[in-house]
C-alpha cells in the first residue's frame, strides 16, 4: 500500500507541473475526499497528511468496525525501546474516541491500565507501528481522531485527521 501511495504522490506531481507549465486556466477538480490537510515538516517537506483509510467521514458502520490508518510523507515506525528523543518526520498512530485533535507538542494521554478501547475521551496508542484495530463501540453518533505522536507521544504538528460516523 505505501508504494501505491508514493506513486499516487508521484503522479499528482507530475500532473501538477504539467498544470503550471500551461498558459490556460486550471480546470476545476472533482470533490476531494475528507481529509487532513497537508502539513509541512520541520525541515520543509511539504504533503504529510495522516487519514482515516476506514471507515470513511459520515459513515454508518456496525458495532464492531475496523478501522484503518494511512498516512502520506511520513513514516510510520515502532517505537522505539526506552526512547529518549524524537527522531524526525517518523512517528506512530494514536486513535481518539470523541474526541478533537490535540494541539501541537501536547503529550497524548494513553488509556489507563484495563480500560476498554472505545472509551470517550480515551486515546488508544500504536506504538508497535500498527495501522489499524477492530473495536466495539456504543451505537449513536461518535467523533473519531486519528492522530500521529512522535517518539516521546507528542502530537505532530499538521497529522491529524476527525471524521464522525455513526454506529447502527
Given at each position: 500500500m505505501a508504494n501505491r501511495l508514493v506513486i499516487a504522490a508521484v503522479a499528482a506531481a507530475l500532473g501538477l507541473g504539467g498544470v503550471a507549465c500551461t498558459s490556460e486556466a486550471p480546470k476545476e477538480a472533482a470533490p476531494a475526499e475528507t481529509a487532513a490537510p497537508a502539513a509541512e515538516s520541520h525541515d520543509g517537506h511539504q504533503g504529510m497528511r495522516v487519514y482515516f483509510a476506514e471507515p470513511k467521514d459520515g459513515a454508518t458502520v456496525p458495532t464492531l468496525t475496523?478501522?484503518?490508518?494511512?498516512?502520506?510523507?511520513?513514516?510510520?515506525?515502532?517505537?522505539?525501546?526506552?526512547?529518549?528523543?524524537?527522531?524526525?518526520?517518523?512517528?506512530?498512530f494514536h486513535l481518539g474516541v470523541d474526541t478533537d485533535c490535540l494541539p501541537p507538542g501536547t503529550v497524548i494521554p494513553k488509556a489507563e491500565a484495563g480500560a476498554t478501547?472505545?472509551?470517550?475521551?480515551?486515546?488508544?496508542?500504536?506504538?508497535?507501528?500498527?495501522?489499524?484495530?477492530?473495536?466495539?463501540?456504543?451505537?449513536?453518533p461518535h467523533k473519531m481522531s486519528v492522530e500521529v505522536g512522535d517518539d516521546l507521544h507528542r502530537a505532530v504538528e499538521g497529522m491529524c485527521q476527525t471524521i464522525n460516523i455513526t454506529v447502527k
Open positions: 475496523k478501522f484503518v490508518f494511512a498516512a502520506d510523507m511520513y513514516e510510520i515506525s515502532p517505537v522505539p525501546k526506552d526512547a529518549k528523543e524524537a527522531r524526525p518526520n517518523m512517528g506512530h478501547p472505545g472509551t470517550a475521551g480515551q486515546w488508544i496508542h500504536f506504538g508497535t507501528g500498527s495501522n489499524n484495530i477492530e473495536m466495539a463501540l456504543n451505537p449513536g
